[in-house]
């Protein structure tokens, strides 16, 4: 049974820094990897979708990188904005499965 | 992109009523849809997965006969909680699979008083 979780929980950084948020999984036969990004009380909004073949994937001041061997992949955020404040999670489809195993989260706020 | 509908956005319902929701594909087919839940600082859980013309298949632990799934066509699925309890209280997203990609609903913030 896949297992997905992301480290830290909540993350605070003052606007204009970099930053790493991390995500880990158990089953390393996936299909692809997803990043979302959720504010309170709203759906998902699709960051970045990694297949198993990719090892990264940009889009403008966002890059996603996958290690299907250590189970690992990473979303690094380039110049914080106080808009990039919210919930990112990561989710794993199993291969030839659409069905995502989510992670925990990451509460990410950007401090002016 | 492509676009999924899910209305409404908020219920608030008395314990024991029916709530239902719908999901909707807007510019393309979706053979199959996910229903998620997720209850407050908690991660999205797949409740079950709606097949048109046929069965949903719903994950262990999940009642099929409480939360009701129909996906009578290729742009439709609803999710009707029956009997609902203050217990039920979650936010509700679906999603439907176009391509590679997933797409998700703005989701429904279900509250039984």
């Known amino acids: 049974k896949q297992e997905v979780t992301q480290i830290p929980a909540a993350l605070s950084v003052p606007e204009g820094e970099n930053l790493v948020l991390n995500c880990s999984f158990t089953d390393s036969a996936i299909y692809n990897l997803q990043w979302f990004r959720q504010d309170p009380g709203k759906g998902l909004t699709s960051l970045l979708l990694i297949q198993s073949s990719q090892r990264e994937q940009t889009s403008g001041r966002l890059n996603a990188s996958l290690d299907k061997s250590s189970g690992r992949s990473t979303l690094y955020i380039a110049a914080s904005q106080p808009g990039d404040s919210a919930t990112y999670l990561c989710?794993?489809?199993?291969?030839?499965?659409?069905?995502?195993?989510f992670g925990t989260g990451t509460r990410l706020t950007i401090i002016p | 992109g492509a676009v999924v509908s899910q209305h409404p956005s908020r219920v608030i319902c008395k314990s024991g009523t029916s709530v239902k929701i719908e999901c909707r594909s807007l510019?393309?087919?979706?053979?199959?849809m996910f229903w998620y839940r997720q209850f407050p600082k908690q991660s999205l859980m797949l409740m079950a997965t709606?097949?048109?013309?046929?069965?949903?298949?719903?994950e262990q632990g999940v009642e099929k006969d409480k939360f009701l799934i129909n996906h009578a066509s290729l742009t439709l699925s609803t999710l009707t909680v029956t009997s609902a309890h203050p217990e039920d209280s979650s936010f509700y997203i679906c999603s439907a699979g176009r391509g590679s990609g997933l797409f998700f609903g703005s989701g429904t913030q279900l509250s039984v008083l």
């Open positions: 510019d393309f087919q979706a053979t199959t």
């Open positions: 989710a794993a489809s199993n291969f030839g499965n659409e069905k995502l195993t």
């Open positions: 709606s097949n048109e013309g046929s069965k949903a298949t719903y």
